[in-house]
């Protein structure tokens, strides 16, 4: 059974940091395409960061310089850094699996909230 849990949301302060995790189980992480996406209230869900097997990464404008995202293949985790936090960052944020034959799953969400 395929399974992603998020963890790591909260609240901070404008500029703040947080480390976002989701721990997956399942399938053979090492393979797997994954990916951090965000929906902010009355908006669509986008694409935050993405990396593949190889670990190459890529990242909306948004967040570029600000998030980071990475794998742990033992771990079979992936992680989103994210500095300078801002208040237009505030979203639920979901992680998402792509196998190799193009199934998808998602975890259930960890709400971030930017604010003073």
């Known amino acids: 059974q395929v399974q992603l849990v998020e963890s790591g949301g909260g609240l901070v302060q404008p500029g703040g940091s947080l480390r976002l995790s989701c721990a997956t189980s399942?399938?053979?992480?090492?393979?797997?395409?994954m990916s951090w996406y965000r929906q902010a209230p009355g908006k669509k869900r986008e694409l935050v960061a993405g990396i593949t097997r190889a670990g190459i990464t890529n990242y909306a404008d948004s967040v570029k310089g600000r998030f980071t995202i990475s794998r742990d293949n033992v771990k079979n985790t992936v992680y989103l850094q994210m500095n300078s936090l801002k208040p237009d960052d505030t979203a639920v944020y979901y992680c998402?699996?792509?196998?190799?034959?193009?199934?998808?799953?998602w975890g259930q969400g960890t709400q971030v909230t930017v604010s003073s």
């Open positions: 998402k699996a792509r196998t190799t034959v193009g199934n998808e799953y």
């Open positions: 399942g399938f053979a992480f090492s393979r797997i395409e």
